[in-house]
């Protein structure tokens, strides 16, 4: 969809003319179109949630309702004294029947489970053993609690039918610009490509993962998923700082072909950004999914993307999303162009205006 200086047809509320035009509109509608003469499988998106995460998860799953066109199931992996809260706030929300969701307590094999839970973050290792849980879910999204979607889950589920026959996952470079990269400069064990891949946001053929048996550098016998987490944390428990993250990156080093890796404005990060832009996709199509790591949700070291989380936990849903969400935002986004993040603004509501359109023109659609 490119970009036109087109006023948008409906009168009842205007957004800037630059961002898109009718082009936008026949898309969306062409879109909503095919959804509901091509009718499909829910989309499974999966989250571990523990420690005082609970309000940042309920957040990252209302922006992945918002916009979202195809049902979703949320598996919601948590610590057994969240579960009440989590039913409570969930069944709250007015999901128009598009959402289902399960949650399901933490759990690690039971000879390595203390071993599991301690690894980097508390239950952060939790994702490794989805495909082993999960044994019926053909495909999974995972995503941290601190991602947010600014357009629908639907477009990133997309990429599945893009993998090639050995692909079995799909996730974004840790970093664009080497000079500043950790892995490049800091690992002390094998990691993917030139600068490794964030599992923040992790998209699983999880059927294909548990068929797959992966070459590795402990043994010539190839082994499953299930083999292979444990020796390899034996083997690189000593030399690993991300805990899972690294284990990911070992594994994929020594598999590449099953990777897929897409651009960084689906995984966007403060380092995109902290130092200057290099993101140059986020630049030309905004953010699709901003990743707020390092707590910068909730201090005041990037209040620009500090701005997106509370616009977003603060909406109320029915609530006209310009008035309500988007002009207020990019108002708050303003106050930010003294940091590096704020002088870039425009990338954090670009893609959410587009957003915003779509799911407007989709409603006209329906009628």
């Known amino acids: 969809c490119k970009n036109l200086s087109v006023s948008f047809w409906n009168s009842y509320w205007m957004l800037p003319s630059d ?205 499953q998923w299930g083999e292979i987490l444990m020796p390899l944390l034996k083997k690189y428990k000593l030399n690993i700082t991300w805990g899972d993250q690294d284990l990911l990156n070992i594994m994929f080093f020594h598999n590449p072909e099953s990777l897929y890796v897409f651009p960084c404005q689906w995984n966007y990060r403060p380092d995109h950004c902290i130092y200057g832009s290099n993101c140059k996709e986020a630049e030309e199509e905004g953010i699709f999914i901003l990743h707020g790591n390092r707590g910068v949700y909730h201090d005041d070291k990037q209040p620009t993307f500090r701005a997106v989380y509370e616009a977003i936990k603060n909406y109320s849903f029915g609530d006209d999303l310009v008035h309500s969400l988007l002009q207020p935002l990019e108002l708050e986004l303003r106050k930010t162009m003294h940091t590096y993040c704020g002088k870039v603004y425009k990338v954090f509501i670009k893609q959410l205006t587009k957003s915003i359109r779509d799911l407007y023109a989709r409603r006209s659609k329906g009628r």
């Open 19 to 223: 961002v898109c035009g009718m082009n936008c509109f026949w898309e969306a509608a062409f879109r909503y179109d095919y959804m509901k003469t091509h009718p499909s499988e829910k989309m499974h998106l999966a989250v571990v949630a523990c420690g005082e995460r609970l309000e940042e998860t309920v957040t990252m799953l209302r922006s992945a309702v918002i916009f979202s066109i195809k049902p979703l199931q949320f598996h919601i992996f948590a610590e057994d004294q969240l579960h009440e809260s989590f039913k409570d706030i969930l069944d709250d929300l007015p999901y128009e029947g598009k959402v289902n969701y399960t949650l399901y307590p933490i759990t690690f094999p039971t000879e390595s489970a203390a071993e599991w839970k301690k690894l980097f973050k508390p239950c952060a290792s939790q994702r490794l053993f989805l495909p082993l849980i999960l044994k019926d879910v053909d495909s999974l999204l995972y995503v941290d609690t601190d991602i947010l979607f600014l357009r629908p889950v639907d477009d990133i589920w997309s990429f599945l039918g893009k993998f090639n026959s050995t692909q079995i996952a799909a996730m974004a470079p840790e970093h664009e610009e080497p000079r500043i990269g950790w892995y490049n400069r800091f690992a002390r064990h094998p990691y993917y490509g030139v600068t490794g891949i964030n599992s923040g946001v992790m998209l699983m053929n999880m059927t294909r993962i548990r068929r797959k048996y992966f070459k590795n550098d402990m043994t010539p016998v190839r082994l």
